[in-house]
């Protein structure tokens, strides 16, 4: 690690500096009392602007992007970002406009938002679209509280539909989610196909199932095969279909959540439509739905009114069945701006290839890999990720984690580890389309070096990273001395 | 396709080696869900045609002079901020999970964590929650989890869209909401009082609040931990350059909308809520917090921590549904307030203040404005018009002016009230400009 920018500070430099406001100490009391005035100490560090800059820059040169490597990260979609979206969200007439402005100072962006809506309901096959979640989890909450919504509007017999079914292979999210919707959670088991298992799912739907949240592909990589007779039977039984939109790269052009049966679908536009991860945010979740729970969307949508003067844009005036609003104005504008540059640069061919080219890159990657790797459900074709287990090398003392520790080593981040729950030992890796052969080529061939070093040197992988700024972390003492500030 | 990095002789290539005679051979979506069409998408523009559009349409927004604020601050960024947001190491990066690669990022939060903490006086902090509203919510259901009480009182003189992502939280939760009415401006401790029970939560306020007023924190915090409640606070970052601390008041947790620091107003989003708390309390708090440790080498490091409180280890019953949050403008806010220093900060708030108070002052001299509140405000005031408000706000966007947010929406008693915003970006020559307009 470095020095803190607190152990940099210097008392009397300055990173910027500010006209003086030319008052005194009395005159600042006529407008604000004292009783009113900070008394503590503000401390904050003192620091020029030269060593300011090059602190953060050390930092980043400390951090590992997209645009540092491969990120096989599964469902994560580490995708290249392109350098457009940057530009773009920094224009004066985006970046500058106010979000209580009238709507007919900025019908730039109003279009924008219009239009992207409607971008989203034609991929994604629903009859709706709001854009203001401000992550994917937000997306899901929304979701589950419109299915909420919707069900006591379905009198008695609605309101006693208080469980949601999630499968084991799900996102931790999805049940956090529907439980703070006010759901109870019920587990639905994956079968030895790497799909819903369909007995397990006729015992737990019944009249009491609000819907059951899936992921298409689901974690595994795999596409629900069964997706047809499932929706079928969780319609016939009263619930409702939601999908977790968190691997929706790969469906792009070739097959739509609203062909498939699904009644609501979350997207995630940090993953599928290229916005930057921004090491951790922000994102956007927008939710899409079909007419029926269109109704219960967040309020605002925007609106487009056809006028002598051409069309004209606008925020909704009123809707009382909203679940109500989930953010401070519309959502996270900024990202929703590069998403709707992303789907305007590739168009419909764009997006058809995006979807071909991880399928491809993942097959290819997975191909790679098997000589190596246990591939639990490998027999199948996957999608845009798979899961390989490390389980076979847990008598040498390795597990993924320690895999994933070594892939450091050869410059690539690691890939998601031990998740999903379902596979002991598990190492998701995702391909998506902007990474070349080459790089899936140098992937596989440092996997396959590190598998000759688990027979011939088992310590070394134990041990890693090596060539990282640190070496391995210690959480559990993080967890136990806590120091989560600098003092 | 730029993005894409694939000659139709490499995909051949590859599909031979994965064993298949064409690409269809890996699908296995079943036909009758097969889309066999294109989109129905405009057509995809190049680089330079994309552009062109993109301008364009930003070109279609008018950036005026702007009296706006209601949780939307256009404060001046220093060019430190997006120089360091601009390095993709930082940006184009994942969530710090895997600590060995990510220190920069680690250690950035780390420095955000210490710096909410001393602004707010608080003692921890988490890494930013969406923003202000959901800050406020996940507040509202963090007082629930320690106090196990099933009320919280929140006062109308927070945000309306703040309010409104509130219940929208709590509407699954079975969590009751009351309500306390405003007076002159301010909250009435009086009614507040009346809605504090022993079933009560914590107590939820703005401050300043949303009409720009600051409210009488000490007494509403006594009532509130007199019956046993949390004191929640959220405030204008800004503001506490100058203005007594949530940790001075004894707030038990403080939140905020964290846009004015560093973060451009960007039409509402993406913005940034901090949200930090008493020590006691962290193991309630939602959302990822950053921790400092060892190496194996005992060298110092750092990596997230406390994640069993987190919905990927807990799942139903994690402290939150969070996962993304805002940990770019969180960065924004971490090089904002480290480039402001305290000095730095300290004028910027001075310059909100006395700037703010020059302009009402101008406008209650112009016949007919009168200020219908005597408290004290810090950057927002609000004026009641001797015509209709909002043709008057017609008027000044005739000449290029966005005059404030018209109050009667949200506060019906408000009619004809405008609440106007000064940063210290506005010069003396755009005040004139705007008192000239309303003569």
Redesign the interface.
């Known amino acids: 690690m470095s020095e803190v920018i607190f152990e940099k500070s210097v008392p009397g430099r300055r990173g910027v500096t500010f006209p003086t406001a030319g008052l005194s100490d009395q005159s600042i009391n006529a407008l604000l009392p004292p009783s009113f005035q900070r008394q503590s100490a503000l401390t904050l560090p003192e620091i020029s602007e030269n060593d300011l800059i090059r602190h953060y820059t050390k930092l980043s040169n400390q951090n590992y992007g997209v645009d540092t490597g491969f990120y096989p990260l599964g469902s994560c979609t580490m995708k290249y970002n392109p350098k457009i979206h940057e530009e773009v969200a920094r224009y004066e007439g985006f970046a500058g406009i106010h979000p209580l402005q009238p709507a007919e100072t900025v019908q730039g962006a109003l279009k924008l938002l219009y239009e992207l809506q409607h971008f989203l309901v034609e991929i994604s096959g629903m009859d709706q679209v709001s854009l203001q979640q401000a992550a994917g989890a937000q997306g899901e909450l929304v979701g589950m509280l419109i299915i909420r919504a919707y069900h006591r509007t379905q009198g008695k017999l609605g309101r006693a539909r208080t469980k949601v079914i999630i499968p084991d292979s799900a996102h931790g999210t999805n049940p956090a989610s529907a439980a703070l919707a006010g759901f109870t959670i019920q587990t639905v088991r994956t079968d030895s196909d790497g799909t819903i298992d369909k007995d397990d799912l006729a015992k737990v739907l019944d009249q009491n199932t609000a819907a059951i949240m899936l992921t298409n592909p689901n974690t595994l990589g795999l596409f629900e095969k069964g997706i047809g007779e499932i929706a079928r039977r969780v319609h016939d039984a009263g619930a409702l279909l939601y999908l977790d939109g968190a691997n929706l790269n790969a469906l792009l052009g070739l097959t739509r959540p609203g062909d498939m049966g699904f009644d609501i679908v979350h997207f995630n536009l940090h993953k599928t439509f290229s916005t930057p991860h921004g090491g951790g945010g922000p994102g956007a979740g927008p939710v899409g739905v079909k007419q029926a729970l269109a109704p219960f969307l967040p309020f605002p949508l925007i609106e487009r009114r056809a006028t002598a003067q051409g069309d004209r844009f606008q925020f909704e005036k009123n809707r009382k069945t909203a679940v109500g609003r989930v953010h401070s104005f519309y959502g996270n504008f900024g990202i929703l701006l590069r998403a709707y540059t992303y789907i305007r640069r590739l168009g419909a061919e764009g997006l058809l290839d995006i979807s071909r080219n991880t399928i491809l890159n993942a097959n290819y990657l997975k191909k790679q890999l098997e000589a190596d790797y246990a591939i639990p459900y490998g027999a199948r074709p996957c999608m845009h990720e798979f899961v390989v287990s490390a389980k076979q090398f847990k008598s040498q003392g390795v597990h993924a984690w320690d895999i994933a520790k070594r892939l450091m080593d050869y410059g690539f981040y690691p890939p998601t580890i031990n998740f999903p729950l379902i596979v002991e030992e598990a190492l998701m890796i995702e391909a998506p389309e902007s990474e070349s052969k080459e790089t899936l080529d140098r992937f596989a061939k440092a996997m396959h070096a590190i598998c000759g070093e688990i027979k011939e040197d088992p310590e070394k992988v134990i041990q890693a990273p090596h060539t990282c700024v640190i070496k391995r972390v210690d959480e559990t003492l993080a967890a136990r001395q806590l120091n989560v500030r600098y003092q | 396709?730029?993005?894409?990095?694939?000659t139709a002789l490499?995909?051949a290539?590859?599909?031979q080696?994965?064993?298949?005679a064409s690409?269809d051979?890996?699908?296995?979506?079943?036909q009758?869900?097969?889309?066999n069409r294109?989109?129905?998408?405009?057509?995809?523009?190049t680089?330079m045609e994309?552009?062109r559009?993109?301008?364009n349409?930003?070109?279609?927004?008018?950036?005026?002079l702007?009296f706006?604020g209601?949780?939307?601050y256009?404060h001046?960024i220093?060019?430190?901020v997006?120089?360091?947001l601009?390095?993709?190491?930082?940006?184009?990066?994942?969530?710090?999970y895997?600590?060995?690669?990510?220190?920069?990022?680690l250690?950035?939060i780390?420095?955000y964590?210490?710096?909410i903490?001393?602004?707010t006086?608080m003692?921890?902090?988490n890494?930013?929650v969406?923003?202000?509203?959901?800050a406020l919510a996940e507040a509202a259901?963090m007082s629930v989890r320690i106090t196990k009480k099933n009320e919280v009182v929140m006062t109308d003189a927070i945000?309306p869209?703040?309010r409104?992502?509130v219940?929208?939280?709590l509407?699954?939760?079975?969590i009751k909401i009351k309500e306390a009415p405003i007076d002159a401006g301010r909250t009435s401790v009086l009614k507040l009082t009346e809605q504090i029970g022993d079933q009560t939560a914590a107590v939820l306020i703005q401050h300043p609040n949303f009409l720009g007023q600051?409210e009488s924190v000490e007494e509403i915090a006594e009532e509130a931990h007199r019956q046993g409640a949390l004191l929640v606070m959220a405030v204008d970052p800004i503001s506490?350059?100058?203005?007594?601390?949530p940790?001075?008041y004894g707030a038990d947790i403080a939140v905020g909308?964290g846009q004015a620091m560093g973060n451009?107003?960007?039409?509402?989003?993406?913005?940034?809520g901090f949200f930090a708390t008493r020590r006691d309390f962290?193991r309630q708090m939602p959302g990822?917090?950053?921790?400092?440790?060892?190496?194996?080498?005992q060298?110092?490091?750092?990596?997230?921590?406390?994640?069993?409180r987190?919905?990927?280890?807990?799942?139903?019953?994690?402290t939150?549904?969070?996962?993304?949050?805002?940990?770019?403008?969180a960065?924004a806010a971490t090089?904002y307030?480290?480039?402001?220093?305290?000095?730095?900060?300290?004028?910027?708030a001075?310059?909100c203040?006395?700037k703010a108070?020059q302009l009402q002052e101008k406008i209650t001299a112009i016949d007919g404005f009168t200020c219908p509140f005597s408290s004290?405000y810090?950057k927002e005031f609000v004026v009641k018009t001797p015509m209709s408000s909002a043709s008057l706000?017609k008027k000044l966007?005739r000449k290029g002016i966005?005059g404030g947010?018209d109050l009667a929406k949200h506060y019906p008693e408000l009619k004809n009230h405008l609440l106007i915003c000064v940063t210290?970006k506005h010069t003396s020559e755009e005040i004139e400009e705007f008192v000239a307009c309303l003569k």
């Open positions: 396709m730029e993005y894409i990095p694939k490499e995909e290539a590859m599909l080696q994965i064993g298949v690409f051979a890996l699908l296995e979506i079943p009758e869900f097969r889309l294109l989109f129905n998408l405009p057509a995809p523009l680089q994309l552009r559009e993109m301008r349409l930003s070109r279609k927004n008018k950036t005026l702007s706006l209601g949780g939307s256009d001046f220093p060019t430190t997006d120089a360091v601009s390095r993709s190491e930082f940006y184009t990066a994942y969530t710090p895997q600590a060995e690669m990510s220190q920069g990022l250690q950035s780390y420095e964590q210490s710096l903490c001393n602004l006086g003692e921890v902090s890494a930013s969406y923003d202000g509203a959901s259901l945000h869209h703040y409104q992502v219940r929208t939280y509407s699954g939760t079975g600051l506490l350059g100058l203005l007594k601390t940790g001075e909308e451009a107003i960007s039409f509402g989003g993406p913005y940034v962290i990822r917090i950053v921790g400092k440790t060892v190496d194996a080498d060298r110092p490091a750092f990596c997230l921590t406390l994640q069993t987190e919905q990927h280890i807990k799942r139903e019953r994690a939150s549904g969070i996962c993304t949050n805002q940990a770019l403008n960065l090089v307030l480290a480039t402001l220093g305290p000095a730095g900060l300290k004028e910027v001075l310059l203040l006395t108070h004290v810090f706000l966007l966005l947010i210290e």
